[in-house]
């Protein structure tokens, strides 16, 4: 049995943010191994928020975060008090999510999967399809040709990637250094941590100039001109 001290409890505990107690628990249970105990602590959340999954959340709040002037976003997450939602904790979560959303690429189009319209999925599916029958060449490579029965198999992969890619949920948090971590993730932590449902349930991003045609210029013509030719 492994020598359990204070140290190895708070780096777990700084590590996972979950209580000391259940850090010593977990270091216990894996006889100090601070990996497996932090996938025992996990798990554990995980656990925790299945059950808390289908209580109701009517509270939280809604923020906005503006980057630059250029990129504004409104998220409104959800819990289940207004003690929850006045704690620094959940405070950090929102903010942490909506400068996610203003700065990952791609950029989220939808809280999770569930969300997307099946017609949306079959034109991504149409159009992939479509590429995948007639690859455009790239200089200086050989022309990759799938055979037309791999087709449908390949454009399935495309399009689970093309999910997890659009999706909060399942992006990797944008300040996560291992870049392992997703928003999913990072939401079971919150859910462990506080003792609460929590859901984001709807956000949306806009970006300066984004939908309208940009001017193109002439730049060698400007020159010229500039130049008086």
Known sequence: MADINAGMIKDLRERTGAGMSDCKKALTETDGDTEKAAEYLRKKGLAAAAKKGG?????????????????GVL????????FVARTDDF????????????GASPVPLYVSETEIDPIAIEKEREIRVEAARNPKQVPGEKLK?????MIPKVVEGQLAKWKKDVCLLD??????????????A??????????????????????????????KDDFAAEVAKQAGL
């Open 91 to 102: 405070k950090m979560f929102v903010k942490d999510v909506a400068m996610h959303i203003a």
């Open 55 to 71: 209580r109701i959340a009517t509270e939280g709040a809604i923020t906005s975060y503006i980057h630059n002037g250029r990129v």
């Open 186 to 215: 990072l939401l079971t932590d919150l859910i462990s941590k506080i003792g609460e449902n929590v859901k984001i349930r709807r956000f949306v991003r806009w970006e300066l100039g984004e939908g309208l045609e940009k001017k």
């Open 75 to 82: 998220l409104e997450v959800n819990c289940e008090t207004d």
């Open 145 to 149: 040709v799938i055979p037309e029965a």
């Open 171 to 184: 992006q990797v948090w944008v300040r996560d250094s291992e870049g392992k971590k997703t928003i999913g």
